[in-house]
């Protein structure tokens, strides 16, 4: 071999593949196989993660720009997908544990490099700038990002037995790896959330429809799987024509025991539905406990007002008068179930209630969102909110004409909804990006309506004037009757939250009333809690619901057991100065059932003696 000569297994360069490739047709099998092989492991994952960006890029970009009912133009394409580059890069930009990996890989790589190479130890500058910021992110993770949940709560015996049985505190947060920052969890995680829905099957729902107080309709929408009917052939009564097969769905259970089920209770955030994801996981993981899952639909665009809770909560105990009632909600759906509990004390069917992200205070949760250094959750708020406004228009019968059964107009509308949206939308909106005031928008939609909770006569009349004329609208909140509470409620909030945040809410207050228990984290977002590798499947948030409600319905069965087992006892036996026999109490025992008996209105035992609670047990 000569002096100029090159060794046999040398490897081509990249640009003679590239030729070759260009030549021939690139579905030649012999050209796929040696590009494959030419293909390092490293490069290799480089293509997998520029296919995901691409593909999420692609996601984005296809997000409809235009309302399909009306036809009209929502938002540019182009400006959602700087809104969330601009979020990420921010997130890049303002990590300090981030930059500072970065610069101490790169002092590592220079001056590791040098001392390699003096012992002929060959490794690639990619190579040691990787291996040490992988270590690192590895360690800062373990350290810094898994964490326990702080818990508060009154140490009452009730409130000691729940946390323990449950496990709260053992419950870690471990958030996926590459979204650690309140951003990254809350805008990009909610992003590919939705690809978990759309890859594998979805939840089904059946909307079922009852009246409210002023006429209108109300929608609940329950939970439907597969798996929980099974198919019946019914040709046995023709047996002549067996060429036609009558197919006959059939619970798994009897009616008796599917109407005593437990029903969890889904109120949905600002401006979503059944279908959100949050709403869909937390769905899912119930259902798969074995409870009945119903999403409580609402579009009264007023989060003061209960009288719709009240209505539903009645409606699903004369209905289901067996089945205990859990109430979960989540952001602007948390404030809607605290003022709904606030407002009932005890008189409510409910045995427990859960916020996810609530909000105490919708004001200056709006003001803090309008603040926020990210243009996008303004942005998101007022689409979300207009959503709101569309939905109130379109199911309150003052926006609706009365027409005669051949679909004439008989009466017009009492309320336009083109000079509504005129009055209310902010016209600082322009050129189709939502940049509009949402609090302002609000206040003066509530006003066009002119029915609204909190509404006081002598303060109306008058020029419009912003928080003027509907001030007392925003006198009750969540927060300031938060004491009225008076079943067992559990609140998750996570410190980072970039739109109900931790500094809006007075954590010393709230645990002054007994039946709250405060489960807070560091890190989650807003109603996010992701874990894994990748946003798919249960949360964090999820995991700690389903412990907590079984704990809850666990403890409340054998509280009911307990007394049901001493009530018939001294009916068997009224004498107390005599024991019982054990026969007498072995087949008192097997014969109570643990299925928990929820009046549909609790009333305290004012005696306080126990001998009074059985005796309103035999009455």
């Not at 205070?361 to 207009?386: C, P």
């Not at 303060?459 to 938060?482: C, D, M, P, V």
């Amino acid at each position: 071999m000569g002096p100029l000569s090159l060794p046999r297994k040398l490897k081509r360069p990249d640009n003679e593949v590239r030729m070759l490739i260009a030549k021939k047709s690139f579905f030649n099998l012999d050209l796929i196989k040696r590009f494959l092989y030419r293909t390092t492991f490293n490069r290799l994952l480089l293509y997998i993660a520029m296919f995901s960006v691409g593909g999420v890029g692609a996601l984005i970009y296809n997000v409809p720009s235009r309302d399909p009912k009306t036809g009209k133009r929502l938002f540019k394409k182009r400006t959602v997908i700087n809104e969330v580059a601009r979020s990420f890069f921010f997130t890049l930009r303002k990590s300090k544990l981030i930059l500072s990996m970065v610069s101490s890989a790169a002092l590592f790589t220079f001056f590791a490099g040098n001392q390699l190479r003096r012992f002929n130890i060959r490794i690639s500058n990619l190579g040691l700038f990787s291996s040490w910021f992988a270590g690192v992110w590895g360690l800062a993770y373990y350290f810094l990002y898994i964490e326990s949940p702080n818990l508060r709560f009154q140490r009452t015996p009730w409130n000691v037995h729940i946390v323990e049985k449950s496990k709260l505190v053992k419950f870690r947060f471990e958030p996926c790896f590459w979204l650690l920052n309140n951003h990254t969890q809350t805008l990009i995680g909610f992003v590919l959330g939705h690809l978990e829905w759309w890859l594998f099957e979805p939840v089904r729902y059946r909307r079922e429809t009852i009246e409210a107080y002023d006429g209108n309709m109300l929608y609940l929408d329950w939970i439907e799987h597969p798996d929980d009917f099974v198919e019946e052939d019914d040709n046995d009564e023709d047996e002549s024509r067996s060429d036609i097969k009558v197919i006959h769905k059939t619970s798994r259970m009897s009616l008796k025991q599917h109407n005593a089920l437990p029903i969890v209770v889904i109120i949905h955030g600002l401006g979503d539905n059944m279908e959100t994801p949050y709403v869909k996981r937390l769905a899912r993981a119930c259902h798969r406990s074995g409870w009945r899952v119903v999403a409580y639909s609402y579009w009264r665009c007023d989060f003061g007002c209960t009288k719709d809770m009240k209505y539903v909560m009645q409606h699903l105990h004369n209905e289901f008068p067996e089945s205990p009632i859990v109430g979960c909600a989540f952001s602007a759906g948390g404030h809607l179930l605290l003022r709904y509990l606030e407002d009932v004390g005890r008189k409510t069917p409910m045995i427990c209630a859960l916020t996810f992200s609530g909000a105490f205070e919708l004001k200056k949760t709006i003001e803090n969102v309008q603040k926020n250094e990210l243009a996008s959750y303004g942005m998101y708020l007022t689409s979300q909110l207009r959503t709101c406004f569309e939905r109130h228009m379109q199911n309150d019968k003052k926006f609706q004409p009365t027409v005669d059964k051949y679909g004439n107009v008989i009466e017009p509308a009492i309320l336009d909804p083109k000079r509504i949206k005129q009055r209310v939308y902010d016209k600082g909106a322009v050129g189709g990006v939502l940049r509009g005031n949402a609090q302002r928008e609000y206040d003066r939609f509530l006003y066009e309506i002119d029915d609204y909770s909190g509404k006081n006569e002598n303060q109306q009349g008058g020029e419009y004037k912003f928080l003027k004329q509907t001030r007392g609208h925003y006198k009750k909140t969540a927060a300031s009757e938060i004491s009225k509470i008076k079943v067992t409620t559990l609140i998750l909030h996570s410190d980072d939250d970039p739109i109900v945040a931790g500094s809006l809410i007075d954590w010393n207050k709230i645990p002054e009333n007994k039946n709250i228990i405060i489960l807070n984290t560091k890190r989650g977002g807003h109603c996010s809690w992701y874990e894994g590798l990748f946003p798919i499947g249960d949360c964090w948030c999820d995991r700690v619901a389903k412990r907590f409600i079984s704990s809850v319905l666990e403890s409340h069965s054998h509280t009911n057991f307990l007394v049901d087992v001493i009530r018939r006892s001294l009916k068997a036996q009224p004498d107390l100065n005599s024991s019982i026999s054990m026969d007498t109490l072995a087949r008192i025992s097997s014969s109570v059932n643990l299925q928990a008996h929820v009046a549909p209105f609790v009333r305290p035992n004012r005696s306080g003696s126990f001998s009074s609670l059985i005796e309103g047990q035999l009455s």
